[in-house]
């Protein structure tokens, strides 16, 4: 079943083309690495299928059209983020998961004790229970992202998109994170889209690749990847350091 | 020398001004630390501080055209604080940057208005100071409606406004109206700071505003407990610094200021004592 659609896809931003006529399918559960390298439209394309900046060209959720889907609640989103919580900001990390339920909920909005075991259940999943009643500002970064992932699993979306999810972590917390993402995808059948700069170690776990650079250079398995002619013309000998390490 | 104090306080309380003045500031003190919060953990606190140096313009004017200065000032206030969010959102000016350049243009236009018009400056720098002492009946009512209307703001946007503070993007992602949210918060602030400035003046309203929320965050770490918090300093440093001030003979609008900034200071401690 196809979950995302993306046709001829463009991206303005003033008169710079950011992205333009991205075109690629996403089946349901499947999970595709967006790589690319600086300012090659990543963020760019998931804050279109967000509907967090204008775009022409068509996209398709679950085979409704872009405007009749209701995204906030069939997707869980986890932001970029380049530093860690302010250490003051006033909530726990129980208070950041529950947050995850505003999607669903009309105005004026309520958390019920249901919301609540929803999100004590999306942090035993990802084994970080005993943090709920610590200030979200003073946990590691590991931790932070953990629970922003548990925030965006909260209200069980079908679809998880993730920009850069592993910028701010250590090595060993990046590793435990994109277990945990390849878990969800398994277990859950959760479709997955996650933005990295690390076309090596996202090919490690991910089904596929959309490869960027302003507009789809490459669109495949990770096999695929490392065969790729038009890749080896576009990394050189950089193909080889990537595909090398697996 | 206690008692002679509680006499004083209890003579106070007899005034009718000084009951006015009780109530009108503990509602502008709710109203004033429960928007206070998110617009500290929002980095934009100064806002209010922008929009006092644009209610003197705003008096001023009203002066120079023998109109009631709170019924110029709370229109003009509130589109200034809408001048400064789309400045902020749609521009390429910092929303420091934003509330600095509103702010100093309200003090230009109040300067130049005064200094040409003449005559009525004794009027105009009561208001950079304020008087809570000399607040009327209305401007009691006024202040009640507008602080009940913060309080149910918050209740009913409790959640949104949660999301907003914490995660603007996240929040947008989630299906939160966040510029409408956005604009209730800086029309409710434009309006709360006009009336404001009767009780502490232009010069110190904004104090009003960010002492009780910095308090507060030195202190409790969940969210409902911070507003709840603010709420209490707010309260408890009208009720003090109108006593404090009778009892002293001193500005009341000034030592309110002081007695939120002796909160702050207990607070900080404590946090650096409790570790």
Same mark, same amino acid.
């Given at each position: 079943?196809?979950?995302?659609?993306?046709?001829?896809?463009?991206?303005?931003?003033?008169?710079?083309?950011?992205?333009?006529?991205?075109?690629?399918?996403?089946?349901?559960?499947?999970?595709?690495?967006?790589?690319?390298?600086?300012?090659?439209?990543?963020?760019?394309?998931?804050?279109?299928?967000?509907?967090?900046?204008?775009?022409?060209?068509?996209?398709?959720?679950?085979?409704?059209?872009?405007?009749?889907?209701?995204?906030?609640?069939?997707?869980?989103?986890?932001?970029?983020?380049?530093?860690?919580?302010?250490?003051?900001?006033?909530?726990?990390?129980?208070?950041?998961?529950?947050?995850?339920?505003?999607?669903?909920?009309?105005?004026?909005?309520?958390?019920?004790?249901?919301?609540?075991?929803?999100?004590?259940?999306?942090?035993?999943?990802?084994?970080?229970?005993?943090?709920?009643?610590?200030?979200?500002?003073?946990?590691?970064?590991?931790?932070?992202?953990?629970?922003?992932?548990?925030?965006?699993?909260?209200?069980?979306?079908?679809?998880?998109?993730?920009?850069?999810?592993?910028?701010?972590?250590?090595?060993?917390?990046?590793?435990?994170?994109?277990?945990?993402?390849?878990?969800?995808?398994?277990?859950?059948?959760?479709?997955?889209?996650?933005?990295?700069?690390?076309?090596?170690?996202?090919?490690?776990?991910?089904?596929?690749?959309?490869?960027?650079?302003?507009?789809?250079?490459?669109?495949?398995?990770?096999?695929?990847?490392?065969?790729?002619?038009?890749?080896?013309?576009?990394?050189?000998?950089?193909?080889?350091?990537?595909?090398?390490?697996? | 020398?206690?008692?002679?104090?509680?006499?004083?306080?209890?003579?106070?309380?007899?005034?009718?001004?000084?009951?006015?003045?009780?109530?009108?500031?503990?509602?502008?003190?709710?109203?004033?630390?429960?928007?206070?919060?998110?617009?500290?953990?929002?980095?934009?606190?100064?806002?209010?501080?922008?929009?006092?140096?644009?209610?003197?313009?705003?008096?001023?004017?009203?002066?120079?055209?023998?109109?009631?200065?709170?019924?110029?000032?709370?229109?003009?206030?509130?589109?200034?604080?809408?001048?400064?969010?789309?400045?902020?959102?749609?521009?390429?000016?910092?929303?420091?940057?934003?509330?600095?350049?509103?702010?100093?243009?309200?003090?230009?236009?109040?300067?130049?208005?005064?200094?040409?018009?003449?005559?009525?400056?004794?009027?105009?720098?009561?208001?950079?100071?304020?008087?809570?002492?000399?607040?009327?009946?209305?401007?009691?009512?006024?202040?009640?409606?507008?602080?009940?209307?913060?309080?149910?703001?918050?209740?009913?946007?409790?959640?949104?406004?949660?999301?907003?503070?914490?995660?603007?993007?996240?929040?947008?992602?989630?299906?939160?109206?966040?510029?409408?949210?956005?604009?209730?918060?800086?029309?409710?602030?434009?309006?709360?700071?006009?009336?404001? *400035?009767?009780? +502490? $003046?232009?010069?110190? !309203? #904004? &104090?009003? @505003?960010?002492?009780?929320? /910095? %308090?507060?965050?030195?202190?409790?770490?969940?969210?409902?407990?911070? *507003?709840?918090? +603010? $709420?209490?300093?707010? !309260? #408890? &440093?009208? @009720?003090?610094?109108?006593? /404090? %001030?009778?009892?002293?003979?001193?500005?009341?609008?000034?030592?309110?200021?002081?007695?939120?900034?002796?909160?702050?200071?207990?607070?900080?401690?404590?946090?650096?004592?409790?570790?």
């Amino acid at each position: 079943m196809r979950m995302i659609e993306v046709e001829d896809l463009s991206v303005k931003y003033l008169d710079i083309e950011a992205l333009s006529g991205v075109t690629f399918a996403a089946e349901a559960g499947d999970y595709i690495g967006i790589v690319g390298p600086n300012g090659s439209g990543k963020t760019t394309l998931i804050k279109a299928l967000l509907g967090l900046v204008p775009f022409t060209g068509k996209v398709f959720f679950n085979g409704k059209a872009f405007s009749e889907f209701t995204h906030n609640r069939h997707v869980g989103y986890l932001p970029q983020k380049m530093s860690f919580y302010d250490p003051r900001f006033p909530a726990v990390a129980r208070e950041i998961v529950a947050s995850g339920a505003y999607c669903c909920k009309k105005f004026p909005k309520r958390l019920f004790a249901s919301d609540h075991s929803r999100a004590m259940e999306a942090m035993e999943m990802l084994g970080i229970a005993e943090l709920a009643g610590r200030p979200i500002g003073k946990l590691s970064g590991g931790e932070q992202q953990r629970v922003l992932l548990a925030r965006s699993l909260v209200h069980s979306p079908e679809v998880l998109i993730l920009d850069e999810p592993t910028a701010a972590l250590d090595p060993s917390s990046r590793e435990t994170f994109y277990k945990t993402v390849r878990d969800l995808n398994r277990e859950k059948g959760v479709t997955v889209l996650l933005v990295s700069h690390d076309a090596a170690t996202i090919g490690e776990y991910a089904g596929k690749l959309l490869y960027l650079d302003g507009k789809v250079i490459f669109y495949g398995s990770f096999g695929e990847f490392c065969g790729s002619e038009t890749m080896t013309r576009h990394f050189g000998a950089g193909q080889h350091i990537i595909c090398h390490r697996h | 020398m206690a008692m002679d104090i509680l006499n004083q306080i209890t003579e106070a309380l007899s005034y009718a001004f000084i009951q006015r003045a009780v109530i009108a500031g503990c509602f502008m003190a709710l109203g004033c630390s429960f928007l206070g919060i998110f617009l500290v953990l929002k980095r934009f606190s100064m806002i209010g501080d922008g929009l006092a140096h644009v209610s003197f313009a705003t008096v001023a004017l009203a002066l120079l055209f023998h109109a009631q200065p709170m019924a110029l000032s709370i229109p003009l206030v509130g589109l200034a604080s809408l001048v400064i969010l789309e400045l902020n959102e749609k521009t390429r000016v910092y929303g420091d940057a934003a509330i600095g350049l509103v702010s100093s243009f309200g003090i230009a236009l109040g300067v130049i208005i005064a200094s040409t018009a003449g005559g009525f400056n004794v009027d105009l720098f009561s208001y950079l100071f304020g008087n809570i002492l000399s607040v009327s009946d209305s401007e009691v009512w006024m202040t009640a409606l507008i602080s009940v209307t913060v309080a149910l703001v918050v209740v009913l946007f409790y959640h949104d406004l949660f999301a907003i503070t914490f995660d603007e993007e996240y929040a947008r992602v989630s299906g939160i109206k966040v510029r409408m949210v956005n604009r209730i918060l800086v029309l409710l602030t434009s309006f709360t700071v006009v009336l404001g *400035i009767k009780i +502490a $003046g232009t010069m110190l !309203v #904004s &104090s009003l @505003i960010i002492l009780p929320g /910095i %308090s507060a965050l030195q202190v409790v770490k969940s969210f409902r407990s911070t *507003i709840a918090l +603010a $709420g209490v300093f707010a !309260v #408890s &440093s009208v @009720i003090l610094g109108i006593f /404090i %001030s009778y009892v002293l003979d001193l500005p009341s609008g000034a030592v309110i200021v002081m007695v939120n900034f002796v909160f702050f200071t207990a607070a900080f401690l404590y946090r650096r004592v409790k570790g």
